[in-house]
């Protein structure tokens, strides 16, 4: 199976996501990385946002997962994903998720009064996982 690999996407509440694909293409702190079949051995952090796994199964078949950081290891055609938090498109709570995005954008306005630059940054990264898994669960 040197064409194919094998994506697992773990976090502290355990494996969310284990299939084999075609491609895998991930953000990362420096930019997009697209990871195919006998890809060298690399480890980077990823940004906020969305996974995206081609299946092997179909050419269409294309799995979404918004993850909210982390790193990516790859080697010998294993995709190792490490975050805080993943979800797949399809288990994603679309109400919870834009509640969080409206407690976020009002976390911002208080901060930005109260010239909170901690507050600021911390609700700022809310509101991009917010918008991220709102953003992926429309891949559905």
Do not use: F
């Amino acid at each position: 199976m040197d064409d194919v690999l094998t994506v697992n996407v773990v976090t502290p509440d355990g494996l969310v996501y284990d299939h084999h694909a075609r491609i895998v293409v991930a953000k990362t702190t420096d930019g997009e990385l697209g990871i195919l079949p006998k890809h060298a051995p690399i480890i980077v952090p990823l940004a906020i946002d969305e996974v995206r796994v081609k299946r092997t199964d179909a050419d269409t078949h294309v799995d979404w997962i918004a993850v909210n950081g982390g790193i990516m290891e790859v080697r010998d055609n294993v995709v190792s994903i490490v975050a805080d938090s993943a979800e797949r498109e399809r288990d994603i709570d679309v109400p919870r998720a834009e509640r969080a995005k409206m407690r976020a954008e009002k976390l911002i306005e208080e901060a930005k009064q109260k010239a909170d630059t901690d507050e600021l940054k911390r609700a700022t990264v809310a509101l991009h996982r917010a918008i991220n898994r709102i953003n992926v669960s429309k891949h559905t």
